[in-house]
Nanobody
Framework: VQLVESGGGLVQPGGSLRLSCAAS????????MIWYRQAPGKEREFVAS????????TYADSVKGRFTISRDNGKNTGYLQMNNLTFEDTAKYYC?????WGQGTQVTVSS
């Protein structure tokens, strides 16, 4: 079983990144997928979630209107499109589905 995040990197304020979460070894299409993030010295926090079929999405207030969560069950992959990034978005981003977590991908917003 694996969840593997990718797509993180260094970006300037106002920039965009698209994170991916590739699932294998379990029935990804049956479960919610959730993105969390953890900044240095802070607790892990919820970012966004998407239902198994993709019909219901929820967002933290801090990212609403800037981030979009989506999934492609045919590819067993989830996504997090992040636009208009700010310094406060700097964190390690993790995806979770069912009981499984990925290893995280670092997003750094810096000028």
């Amino acid at each position: 079983v694996q969840l593997v995040e990718s797509g993180g990197g260094l970006v300037q304020p106002g920039g965009s990144l698209r994170l991916s979460c590739a699932a294998s070894g379990f029935s990804f299409s049956r479960y919610f997928m959730i993105w969390y993030r953890q900044a240095p010295g802070k607790e892990r926090e919820f970012v966004a979630s998407i239902a198994s079929t993709g019909g219901i999405t929820t967002y933290a207030d801090s990212v609403k209107g800037r981030f979009t969560i989506s999934r492609d069950n045919g590819k067993n992959t989830g996504y997090l499109q992040m636009n208009n990034l700010t310094f406060e978005d700097t964190a390690k981003y993790y995806c979770k589905s069912y009981v499984y977590w990925g290893q995280g991908t670092q997003v750094t917003v810096s000028s």
